[in-house]
């Protein structure tokens, strides 16, 4: 059957076409950070990245289908988008936010963007005007606030034409610092390895630029310690590759061993060897275990108090959180957990229902000292449960001083239908809030070593049930395929229950639970259903070796 090719397929093919030639074109090029300034902030990176933007505009392009948007715009749509994302960005692209020094020494973030782009791209996103100045071979003409230009196969553009003009220089074999050269960037990327998607953040060069900020203005007491947290940070380099069965995620993130935030140093780098998978159930949805310092919860004890007095319902400080956190450092050791149990997946989705994902979320740590865990936990558990229930009480003293100045007529009508069905909606909010607040409490017990937590007493009753005969996570397949051996932590999800259309549509808010709604919904909900059924599954694991941390995943996913 002959078919007339529509000018966005025709598009389509071209770009597709004009991509594959280009392509065969690019010999061992430099990596565009080596030309670079070396001041980067941040950076979002592509390398041949090609073969994600297929993959995802297929996913794309099978959901609009699936939910019978159209007969063949839509699916044709995503199939162009692909397209020019794939001759813009498949090759090579780097966005970064960079340092630039101002009169008067400050520092302020400006932006420069480069790609590789094929011919086509760069056609369509030249200016048209004429070149307002050249660097070398290269020119750049002003477009509003920004400046931008392209050549030797190369766009760019930038916020700042004195950052642009010190890239031009770079790229013209002028001397000069450069990314790839500079040591922070090298040590995280190198550590990385090379993705497909990336991001580098430079942590320590962000506290330098908001420590020259803020020195305008005489730097607050009550800021200093989160700018030295920062700067701790370091530097953070990771991404992730699409492969035929999923994708595989890798970082690095360089600790700075010259913070001043030193006990934020010791809980990164912190390391331990885990035991929590041996008396989990295999049927567990989610496991995020982690190393913990001992010292975390006095650490976060003292942010809590930071802030303590900008908190509006007084929880911090009727509970004693910080104080409480503090203490249980004496009784609490280096591993610990969170889990979704069998069902919380599906529970999650229930938006009627409140208080449904908390029966089936539960913690774990490790204890050093049960004795002193079990004069300490009560009064820690109480504190906690009576500062909940003042939150209800203020929130609904609170809502009820606002609503006796709207009681009379007059109010109501000037409200209008409008206004009143906003307030019906704040309120069913405010509702629900006080429905989680009534139900939740924090409730604990103890289980091979370990201190277990829920907000929930069903969730409790499930984590120390023993006795059962199940078999453990550490013995399930899927567990020890994953090969997981990780010092710093690790999270494993299992390929979850299917979900169908009508879970979905079962999940939403009562008012939404109409026939004729339903009918409407029912193929972006299968849409998205089969969306979430692709996934088959995850693993990660984060190793520290001195101070750099190592992570690396692998999902699951059918394209």
Same mark, same amino acid.
């Given at each position: 059957m002959?078919?007339?090719?529509?000018?966005?397929?025709?598009?389509?093919?071209?770009?597709a076409?004009?991509?594959?030639a280009?392509?065969?074109n690019?010999?061992?090029?430099?990596?565009?950070s080596?030309?670079l300034?070396?001041?980067a902030l941040?950076?979002?990176e592509?390398k041949?990245?090609?073969p994600a933007?297929?993959?995802?505009g297929g996913?794309?392009?099978?959901?609009l289908?699936a939910?019978?948007?159209?007969?063949?715009?839509p699916g044709?749509?995503?199939?162009g988008?692909?397209?020019?994302?794939?001759?813009?960005?498949?090759?090579e692209g780097?966005?970064g936010?960079?340092a630039?020094?101002?009169p008067?020494?400050?520092f302020?973030?400006?932006?420069?963007?480069v790609a590789r782009?094929?011919e086509?791209?760069?056609?369509?996103?030249s200016?048209?005007?004429?070149?307002?100045?050249?660097?070398?071979?290269?020119?750049?003409s002003?477009?509003g606030d920004?400046f931008?230009?392209?050549g030797?196969?190369?766009?760019?553009v930038?916020t700042?034409?004195?950052?642009l003009?010190?890239?031009l220089?770079?790229?013209?074999?002028?001397? &000069?610092?450069t +990314?790839?050269? =500079?040591?922070? !960037?090298?040590?995280?990327t190198? %550590?990385?390895? /090379?993705n497909?998607f *990336?991001?580098?953040?430079?942590?320590?060069?962000t506290a330098?630029?908001?420590?020259s900020q803020l020195?305008?203005?005489?730097?607050?007491?009550?800021l200093?310690?989160?700018v030295?947290a920062?700067?701790?940070?370091?530097?953070?380099a990771?991404?992730?590759?699409t492969?035929?069965?999923g994708?595989?995620t890798?970082?690095?993130?360089v600790?700075?061993?010259?913070?001043?935030d030193a006990?934020?140093?010791?809980i990164?780098?912190a390391?331990t060897?885990f035991?929590?998978q041996?008396?989990?159930p295999?049927?567990?949805e989610?496991v995020?275990?982690?190393a913990?310092?001992?010292?975390?919860?006095?650490?976060?004890?003292?942010?809590?108090?930071r802030i303590?007095l900008?908190?509006p319902?007084?929880f911090?400080?009727?509970?004693?959180? &910080?104080?409480? +956190?503090e203490? =249980?450092g004496? !009784?609490?050791?280096t591993?610990? %957990?969170?889990? /979704?149990?069998?069902g *919380?997946t599906?529970a999650?989705?229930?938006?009627?229902?409140?208080l449904a994902s908390?029966?089936y979320?539960v913690?774990?740590?490790r204890?050093?000292?049960q004795?002193?865990?079990?004069a300490?936990l009560?009064?820690y558990a109480?504190?906690?449960?009576?500062?909940i229930?003042?939150?209800?009480?203020t929130?609904?003293?609170?809502v009820?001083?606002?609503?006796?100045?709207?009681?009379?007529?007059?109010?109501?009508a000037?409200?209008?239908?409008?206004?009143?069905?906003?307030?019906?909606a704040?309120?069913?909010?405010l509702e629900q809030?006080?429905?989680?607040?009534?139900g939740?409490?924090?409730?604990?017990?103890?289980?091979?070593?370990?201190l277990?937590?829920a907000?929930s007493?069903?969730?409790l009753?499930?984590?120390l049930?023993?006795g059962?005969?199940?078999?453990?996570?550490?013995?399930?397949?899927g567990f020890r395929?994953?090969?997981?051996?990780?010092?710093?932590g690790f999270n494993?999800?299992p390929?979850?229950p299917?979900?169908?259309?009508?879970d979905?549509?079962?999940?939403?808010?009562a008012?939404?639970?109409?026939?004729e709604?339903?009918?409407?919904?029912?193929?972006?909900?299968?849409a998205?259903?089969d969306l979430?059924?692709?996934?088959d599954?995850?693993?990660?694991q984060?190793?520290v070796?001195?101070n750099v941390?190592?992570?690396?995943a692998?999902?699951?996913?059918?394209?």
């Amino acid at each position: 059957m002959n078919r007339t090719l529509t000018p966005l397929a025709l598009t389509t093919l071209t770009l597709a076409l004009a991509g594959a030639a280009s392509a065969q074109n690019q010999t061992a090029q430099k990596p565009l950070s080596t030309s670079l300034p070396a001041g980067a902030l941040l950076t979002l990176e592509t390398k041949n990245a090609a073969p994600a933007l297929q993959r995802l505009g297929g996913v794309m392009g099978r959901v609009l289908e699936a939910a019978e948007l159209g007969e063949d715009g839509p699916g044709e749509m995503a199939g162009g988008l692909q397209a020019i994302a794939a001759d813009l960005l498949g090759r090579e692209g780097v966005a970064g936010v960079f340092a630039v020094q101002k009169p008067g020494g400050t520092f302020t973030p400006e932006l420069l963007a480069v790609a590789r782009a094929g011919e086509l791209s760069r056609e369509m996103l030249s200016s048209g005007k004429k070149p307002g100045a050249r660097v070398g071979n290269f020119t750049f003409s002003r477009d509003g606030d920004v400046f931008m230009g392209q050549g030797g196969g190369l766009l760019y553009v930038s916020t700042d034409k004195n950052l642009l003009m010190s890239y031009l220089g770079r790229l013209s074999g002028k001397a &000069a610092p450069t +990314l790839a050269a =500079s040591a922070p !960037y090298a040590a995280a990327t190198r %550590a990385a390895g /090379t993705n497909e998607f *990336g991001l580098y953040a430079n942590f320590s060069a962000t506290a330098k630029v908001i420590r020259s900020q803020l020195s305008q203005v005489f730097l607050p007491r009550l800021l200093s310690p989160v700018v030295d947290a920062i700067d701790t940070l370091g530097q953070l380099a990771g991404g992730f590759t699409t492969t035929a069965s999923g994708l595989t995620t890798s970082s690095a993130q360089v600790v700075n061993p010259e913070g001043k935030d030193a006990p934020l140093r010791r809980i990164l780098t912190a390391t331990t060897d885990f035991g929590v998978q041996d008396i989990l159930p295999a049927n567990v949805e989610a496991v995020q275990a982690s190393a913990c310092a001992p010292e975390s919860g006095a650490y976060l004890g003292r942010w809590l108090t930071r802030i303590d007095l900008f908190e509006p319902f007084g929880f911090l400080t009727d509970s004693q959180l &910080a104080s409480h +956190l503090e203490r =249980s450092g004496a !009784y609490l050791g280096t591993e610990c %957990a969170q889990v /979704t149990l069998a069902g *919380g997946t599906k529970a999650s989705l229930n938006q009627n229902d409140p208080l449904a994902s908390l029966r089936y979320g539960v913690g774990y740590q490790r204890v050093t000292d049960q004795a002193a865990a079990e004069a300490h936990l009560p009064e820690y558990a109480r504190s906690v449960n009576e500062a909940i229930q003042g939150v209800r009480a203020t929130l609904k003293g609170s809502v009820d001083r606002a609503m006796k100045g709207m009681v009379s007529p007059e109010d109501m009508a000037e409200l209008g239908a409008a206004g009143m069905a906003s307030m019906m909606a704040v309120d069913e909010s405010l509702e629900q809030v006080d429905r989680l607040l009534a139900g939740m409490k924090m409730v604990y017990g103890f289980r091979d070593g370990y201190l277990v937590t829920a907000w929930s007493d069903e969730a409790l009753r499930a984590a120390l049930a023993e006795g059962s005969g199940g078999a453990t996570l550490a013995q399930s397949a899927g567990f020890r395929a994953a090969n997981l051996s990780g010092n710093a932590g690790f999270n494993f999800t299992p390929d979850l229950p299917a979900l169908s259309g009508q879970d979905l549509l079962a999940s939403l808010p009562a008012e939404m639970q109409d026939e004729e709604l339903a009918e409407l919904m029912a193929p972006a909900m299968n849409a998205a259903a089969d969306l979430i059924n692709r996934f088959d599954g995850m693993s990660s694991q984060r190793s520290v070796t001195g101070n750099v941390i190592i992570g690396k995943a692998s999902v699951r996913y059918r394209w």
